[in-house]
């Protein structure tokens, strides 16, 4: 599978979390691909932390306004029924839990929900945006990332070395070799991306985690 | 009254060392006139207040290429490798502020509120130096409020008292930043006479604005 390939699958499997009527909003990266895999039969409306609700696709050439851009500082449009609003107010509406759900990359993830994106050591950024406001407020938050780092290390771990963007905040972890869910007892894998074993994503793991007994069964005996 | 003035002539307003909110999310709503006539002024050793860096040579990179920039208290600079540098090169002390905490620290500033109690960063390096307050059992950073010397704002529309219309998102951090700084220079798209604006649409009333600088129109 190659890159591409492996980050829609991963945003494809994290629009199936997402529920009619959802207030959701995409961080930068594959989260943003997300918006692209929305099953047809539902609606959500997509937040945009520089201050609007309704964030439609991008315009087409030449049809940019100038002063729509999502929080990636890409044009975008908003669709009808949307609305603009200062920072305040957004920021009203993700602490104040009016976000549904929060989507977001991370450079480590950990067996207890912490979660570190914002910084590494040395250097002065690139600092945390709306991150830690997000991971705080939103009702649901879904870490979408590749398993491992370009140079293969692990970026699910036991214990998060970097600077935390929040502590203890992570409900799921999609990758693009399964699902883990974060639990008061730490890390169940819920899904394998077809075709991945057990075997590749524990070597690819640098935490503890327990196996959800239907997927258990599925991988059968010589698991556990 | 009529406030409406040069670029030029309000910059001059800004004094060496003085603390400055620029409005804009990423370059979007950034007043673009005022800030390049402020490096043009070369007025040095800012404390700048905004969202981001932008870009270099863009929105407030405008100040921190031009190197007039002593302090930044952002949320994010991943957009502008020159502050990076210059961070590194020990020239800018930066300082990282959540955005929703950045934003509610402006607020309790232009509200009058001592303070605000934000859950944002508990457990990660936002919350050292900060009093941890507990309130029916849910933990709180007491955020203090943050006020600047002069605000550098946007708008899309204005009259020349100051009534000010925004357009899309660029509206974000603008309304905010009018009510927080003891001198509010607004930069506007289109300026019409007193009475033009419905007072229905006016998002910053006039009362918060000292002085009205009429942009180029993009669009």
Same mark, same amino acid.
């Given at each position: 599978?190659?890159?591409?390939?492996?980050?829609?699958?991963?945003?494809?499997?994290?629009?199936?979390?997402?529920? @009619?009527?959802?207030?959701?909003?995409?961080?930068?990266?594959?989260?943003?691909?997300?918006?692209?895999?929305?099953?047809?039969?539902?609606?959500?409306?997509?937040?945009?932390? @520089?201050?609007?609700?309704?964030?439609?696709?991008?315009?087409?050439?030449?049809?940019?306004?100038?002063?729509?851009? @999502?929080?990636?500082?890409?044009?975008?449009?908003?669709?009808?029924?949307?609305?603009?609003?200062?920072?305040?107010?957004?920021?009203?509406?993700?602490?104040?839990?009016?976000?549904?759900?929060?989507?977001?990359?991370?450079?480590?993830?950990?067996?207890?929900?912490?979660?570190?994106?914002?910084?590494?050591?040395?250097?002065?950024?690139?600092?945390?945006?709306?991150?830690?406001?997000?991971?705080?407020?939103?009702?649901?938050?879904?870490?979408?990332?590749?398993?491992?780092?370009?140079?293969?290390?692990?970026?699910?771990?036991?214990? +998060?070395?970097?600077?935390?963007?929040?502590?203890?905040?992570?409900?799921?972890?999609?990758?693009?070799?399964?699902?883990?869910?974060?639990?008061? @007892?730490?890390?169940?894998?819920?899904?394998?991306?077809?075709?991945?074993?057990?075997?590749?994503?524990?070597?690819?793991?640098?935490?503890?985690?327990?196996?959800?007994? +239907?997927?258990?069964?599925?991988?059968?005996?010589?698991?556990? | 009254?009529?406030?409406? &003035?040069?670029?030029?002539?309000?910059? /001059?307003?800004?004094?060496?060392?003085?603390?400055?909110?620029?409005?804009?999310? $990423?370059?979007?709503?950034?007043?673009?006139?005022?800030?390049?006539? !402020?490096? /043009?002024?070369?007025?040095?050793? !800012?404390?700048?207040?905004?969202?981001?860096?932008?870009?270099?040579?863009?929105?407030?990179?405008? $100040?921190?290429?031009?190197?007039?920039?002593?302090?930044?208290? !952002?949320?994010?600079?991943?957009?502008?490798?020159?502050?990076?540098?210059?961070?590194?090169?020990?020239?800018?002390?930066?300082?990282?502020?959540?955005?929703?905490?950045?934003?509610?620290?402006?607020?309790?500033?232009?509200?009058?509120?001592?303070?605000?109690?934000?859950? &944002?960063?508990?457990?990660?390096?936002?919350?050292?130096? /900060?009093?941890?307050?507990?309130?029916?059992?849910?933990?709180?950073?007491?955020? /203090?409020?943050?006020?600047?010397?002069?605000? $550098?704002?946007?708008?899309?529309?204005?009259?020349?008292?100051?009534? $000010?219309?925004?357009?899309?998102?660029?509206?974000?951090?603008?309304? !905010?930043?009018?009510?927080?700084?003891?001198?509010?220079?607004?930069?506007?798209?289109?300026?019409?006479?007193?009475?033009?604006?419905?007072?229905?649409?006016?998002?910053?009333?006039?009362?918060?604005?000292?002085?009205?600088?009429?942009?180029?129109?993009?669009?």
């Amino acid at each position: 599978m190659d890159k591409r390939a492996r980050r829609e699958y991963i945003a494809r499997r994290v629009a199936q979390e997402l529920s @009619n009527g959802d207030v959701v909003n995409l961080g930068i990266g594959i989260p943003t691909l997300v918006a692209n895999f929305i099953p047809a039969e539902i609606t959500v409306i997509f937040h945009s932390e @520089n201050g609007f609700v309704g964030i439609g696709p991008p315009p087409r050439e030449g049809e940019e306004d100038p002063d729509i851009i @999502n929080a990636g500082g890409q044009f975008v449009t908003i669709l009808p029924g949307g609305a603009f609003f200062d920072s305040t107010l957004s920021f009203g509406i993700i602490r104040g839990g009016h976000l549904d759900i929060a989507v977001l990359g991370v450079l480590e993830v950990d067996a207890q929900g912490n979660l570190a994106n914002w910084t590494v050591p040395g250097r002065s950024g690139p600092g945390m945006g709306g991150a830690m406001d997000l991971v705080t407020g939103a009702k649901r938050v879904i870490v979408a990332t590749e398993h491992t780092t370009k140079s293969g290390r692990p970026k699910i771990v036991e214990r +998060c070395a970097l600077p935390l963007t929040g502590e203890r905040v992570v409900d799921l972890i999609v990758s693009d070799l399964g699902v883990l869910e974060v639990t008061p @007892n730490g890390l169940l894998l819920k899904e394998l991306r077809p075709g991945v074993t057990i075997d590749e994503l524990q070597a690819k793991t640098a935490a503890r985690f327990s196996i959800q007994p +239907c997927l258990a069964a599925e991988l059968g005996p010589a698991i556990g | 009254m009529d406030k409406v &003035t040069t670029a030029i002539d309000a910059v /001059k307003r800004v004094k060496q060392g003085s603390t400055v909110m620029i409005g804009g999310f $990423l370059s979007v709503g950034a007043p673009q006139q005022l800030l390049a006539a !402020l490096a /043009k002024q070369m007025i040095n050793e !800012l404390t700048i207040i905004c969202c981001a860096a932008d870009y270099p040579q863009d929105g407030v990179g405008r $100040l921190i290429s031009a190197g007039l920039v002593k302090r930044a208290i !952002l949320s994010h600079s991943g957009t502008n490798p020159e502050i990076e540098e210059r961070a590194a090169a020990g020239e800018i002390e930066v300082e990282f502020i959540p955005q929703g905490t950045l934003t509610e620290r402006i607020r309790a500033a232009g509200m009058g509120l001592g303070g605000v109690l934000i859950s &944002t960063g508990l457990g990660t390096a936002i919350e050292e130096g /900060k009093r941890t307050i507990e309130v029916d059992g849910n933990s709180f950073l007491l955020e /203090k409020p943050l006020k600047a010397d002069v605000a $550098l704002i946007k708008a899309a529309r204005s009259d020349h008292t100051g009534n $000010l219309v925004y357009h899309g998102a660029a509206r974000n951090f603008n309304p !905010l930043m009018a009510t927080a700084a003891d001198l509010v220079i607004a930069e506007v798209e289109e300026l019409v006479p007193v009475g033009e604006i419905d007072p229905d649409q006016v998002v910053t009333p006039a009362i918060f604005v000292d002085l009205v600088v009429q942009a180029k129109r993009r669009r």
